[in-house]
């Protein structure tokens, strides 16, 4: 199951001089996910914590909201030209009494493009359980400036290829929890919440979500619906995920590089040196 980088033949070309060599590439491929043998989803995805990625996927579209509404997750035969098993198809049993999701359904994050309007954001905060206004913790800038160094330096398969995304939920000490690389920024948020979901961690308070990219609406959906009451990011937030934030009580803090920083949303929980 190590398949998260290959090997490509690549022409470098530095100035005048050209050499033929290989390259390692993070690798990408599609995971079907299946309820009791139903095909409901495909994402791309970099193979590793699947399981995880499945339950962060379920929870944050509203389908499953603790661990033990998914009994069993096996893998499926999906053979290649080879003859091997791709591990590419995940099915999922949910429990006795959780609603199955019907297949072919639209969901938040892959339709996040077209989402819009004070409805829409209602809509979120209907399916989540979680009030991120009842948590009061505050982080000291300080401990948040050292949070991209933090995730930069678990990021192994980064060092590798330098094409993958990163998410880690930190607590507000600094201190990491859990960290997940993916090629995909959304992928990689689903299999940090799936870890605590599986860990019985939710709701995520008094901790940070750290990302290695922008702050989209989709990863501010999911940290909502994980009881995160702070999403840090290296790159800016869309105006979406501001708006989102702002309903729902989340802190956003974006440009987190060196010692700047913006905060968007939320100012109360970050502690400045001249308060």
Request: proline letters at 5%; charged letters at 25%; a negative charge.
């Amino acid at each position: 199951m190590s398949r998260v980088v290959a090997r490509r033949p690549v022409l470098r070309v530095r100035d005048a001089h050209r050499i033929d060599r290989p390259d390692a590439l993070v690798v990408e491929e599609p995971l079907e996910i299946r309820i009791s043998g139903a095909p409901l989803t495909v994402t791309m995805r970099t193979p590793g914590h699947d399981v995880e990625l499945a339950h962060g996927f379920l929870h944050g579209e509203g389908m499953i909201h603790a661990r033990t509404d998914l009994v069993t997750a096996r893998y499926c035969d999906s053979f290649d030209d080879s003859g091997q098993n791709t591990y590419n198809v995940l099915d999922l049993e949910m429990a006795a009494g959780v609603p199955i999701p019907e297949p072919n359904r639209n969901f938040f994050a892959t339709s996040s493009c077209g989402v819009c309007g004070k409805s829409s954001l209602d809509a979120i905060e209907a399916i989540g359980r979680y009030d991120l206004r009842d948590d009061e913790v505050g982080i000291d800038a300080a401990v948040l400036r050292t949070l991209p160094d933090k995730l930069r330096g678990a990021q192994k398969v980064f060092d590798s290829t330098g094409g993958v995304h990163a998410a880690g939920l930190f607590t507000v000490d600094g201190e990491p929890i859990v960290v997940r690389e993916d090629v995909g920024r959304h992928n990689a948020v689903d299999k940090v919440i799936g870890r605590a979901l599986m860990d019985d961690r939710l709701p995520a308070r008094r901790t940070v979500l750290m990302v290695s990219g922008r702050a989209s609406f989709e990863l501010v959906q999911k940290a909502v619906l994980a009881g995160i009451p702070i999403l840090a990011a290296v790159s800016a937030p869309s105006s979406l995920a501001v708006d989102l934030a702002e309903h729902s009580g989340l802190t956003i803090v974006g440009f987190l590089r060196g010692t700047s920083m913006n905060i968007y949303t939320g100012r109360e929980r970050v502690l400045l040196s001249d308060d």
